[in-house]
């Protein structure tokens, strides 16, 4: 089963830690992150990315097989993102993964 996906739950979180202007944060799997701003920032146009290129794909019959395999050749090719960033994205939830959990959620929308 995907994992549950709730961007305004994300949203909100994103906010909250941006309130609270931390100097760094420390992600499990990921390391640390000195710049917390621009990471919580990047995370956050990433989830708006990630969904709307699935909700396209949706649209498009495309299966959430195929949108993870077109996402992570995406993010590999992305500059600033290392094969090692995106290697351990796969094995935390992996790209297929998350495209399956967005999936759902658009289609209880």
């Given at each position: 089963?995907?994992?549950e996906?709730?961007?305004?739950?994300?949203?909100?979180?994103?906010?909250?830690?941006?309130?609270?202007?931390?100097?760094?944060?420390?992600?499990?799997?990921?390391?640390p992150?000195t710049?917390?701003?621009?990471?919580l920032?990047?995370l956050?146009?990433?989830?708006?990315?990630?969904?709307?290129v699935?909700?396209?794909g949706?649209?498009?019959?495309?299966?959430?097989?195929?949108?993870?395999?077109?996402?992570?050749?995406?993010?590999?090719?992305?500059?600033?993102?290392?094969?090692?960033?995106?290697h351990r994205?796969d094995?935390?939830?992996?790209?297929?993964?998350?495209?399956?959990g967005?999936?759902?959620?658009?289609?209880?929308?």
């Amino acid at each position: 089963m995907p994992p549950e996906f709730d961007p305004p739950a994300w949203e909100l979180s994103i906010d909250r830690l941006l309130s609270l202007a931390p100097p760094l944060l420390l992600l499990a799997h990921f390391g640390p992150y000195t710049d917390a701003r621009a990471h919580l920032e990047e995370l956050r146009r990433c989830l708006r990315e990630w969904t709307d290129v699935v909700r396209a794909g949706l649209a498009a019959g495309r299966t959430p097989e195929e949108m993870g395999t077109a996402l992570r050749q995406r993010d590999a090719t992305r500059p600033g993102t290392s094969s090692e960033g995106v290697h351990r994205l796969d094995l935390v939830a992996g790209h297929g993964m998350s495209v399956a959990g967005i999936a759902r959620y658009l289609s209880r929308q």
